[in-house]
């Protein structure tokens, strides 16, 4: 039994529909975040940098968890985990609403929420690259758009639901709103198996891997009781014409005593298979270990790669932060409420759909290089978080905002860049790595931001750090892409089959 072909299209649409959604309702609140933070603010009364740990977490625990999300949905399927992950995020928005206290918080919103948003994260994109091959890039840019959609919509409304019903008030209609995943995810129906029979396997190969120890040893073992039993047989005969068969009463006679031998030798074998097993699924175990820290530190090897993930550690360690705070600092900068035509939030969200979709399309074109389009977007987003400290108005901030939003897009274009510059056949290993390192990134930089104004109270330091780490890494990035490592490269060594290096230089 295997996978039908993915269909690109059908029910492939209703999948994208459901998941468009599901990323809508679970990412809508823990992305417009920075809302519900001016009210913990005032609520629990602790320092900026303490309280934007409860963002951060929400959006970073995700990230760090990806290898455990990936393998409970390997595991289970897409349906089982997003129902379950369902439950999780709506019972951590409503856990949140009687929260005593900051920690708590950090719990019930920040790894509850932020867990269930990787789990449905991870069973969205893969439900949806079953159902589609040809398509794929279209479908995964459209359910893609939702967490944008909902962070566009979920700023203003959990404003309004604050001003309505307060602060718990909106965090139990917000997690009430939530429990809409459940009904998304009984949607989600796995793609069904094909009645063809596969290929017809050896016996040896049917046998599962954990058994061909039992079979090569029972292979022995048979094979040397043939041989033990002809040869008793022959010498049987042998002395049934010289002795009279006198050797049949001598095998009557210790036929009582074998029989319990017998039981023991049987029980003795077991424990020996047992143990032969066990060592050997051990070392099975061991080698997959070293092989998987072997590829990795042949992925650190690549000098692209090392910037890789340097660079998107440092863009969300300084790219992030405008997503949480960038209301408080329009309080900072004593801007009134009457003068806000739409929360800065939303803009962000609503100019990050653009920019996913726009810096799509362009990666799609083969005169332009990705790997430089992603370098421009990091250097223009450092500049746009050092410009933030002059921004004293509605205005200037909402353009920075705007701006911010539509580079932070590039999230599109990172798997491109990942698979040009490790190959597609290291695409899973390298992208689990530098998620991992976005996690982090996304966990540590709004606490860093809200220390640094604890510590100086004002933001300008606070964004020009920001907008420096941002620079650094598109920096390093583009020095580490240049042709000339290439050529250095091309003239010292002929680089193994293995290697996949990124070309920098477009091929027109």
Known sequence: MVLLKSPDGGWGWVIVLVSFFTQFFCYGSPLAVGVLYLEWLDTFGEGKGKTAWIGSLASGVGLLASPVCSACVSSFGARPVTIFSGFMVAG????????????????????????????????????????????????????????????????????????????DGCLLIVGALSLNILACGSLMRPLELSNSPMPEKSCLEKVPDQYLIYYEKENVEENTSILEKGYNEEKCVNNMSRHDCKQDSILNKNGLISIHAKETDTYKQKVVEQTFFCKQLAKKKWQLY?????????????????????????????????????????????????????????????????????????????????LYLYVITLVMTGVALVAIPFAKSYIMLAILSGILGFLTGNWSIFPYVTTKTVGIEKLAHAYGILMFFAGLGNSLGPPIVGWFYDWTQTYDIAFCFSGLCVLLGGLLLLVAALPCWDNCNNQSAKPPPNTYSYMVASSI
Do not use: H
């Open 92 to 167: 951590g928005l409503m856990m949140s609403s009687f929260a005593p206290n900051i920690y708590f918080l950090f719990f019930s919103y920040g790894i509850i929420v932020g867990l269930g948003c990787g789990l449905l994260y991870t069973a969205t994109v893969t439900i949806t690259c079953q159902y589609f091959d040809k398509r794929r890039g279209l479908a995964l840019g459209l359910i893609s758009t939702g967490s944008s959609v909902g962070l566009f919509i979920y700023a203003a409304l959990q404003r309004e639901l604050i001003e309505l019903y307060g602060l």
């Open 290 to 370: 070293l092989n998987y820290w072997e590829e990795t530190l042949f992925l650190f090897k690549n000098k692209v790669f090392s910037s890789l993930f340097i660079a998107i550690l440092l863009f969300d360690i300084g790219g992030f932060p405008p997503l949480l705070l960038m209301e408080d600092v329009a309080r900072s900068s004593n801007i009134s409420e009457e003068e806000y035509v739409m929360p800065l939030i939303s803009i962000i969200g609503i100019m990050t759909a653009v920019g996913k979709l726009v810096l799509g399309v362009l990666a799609d074109f083969k005169w332009i290089n990705t």
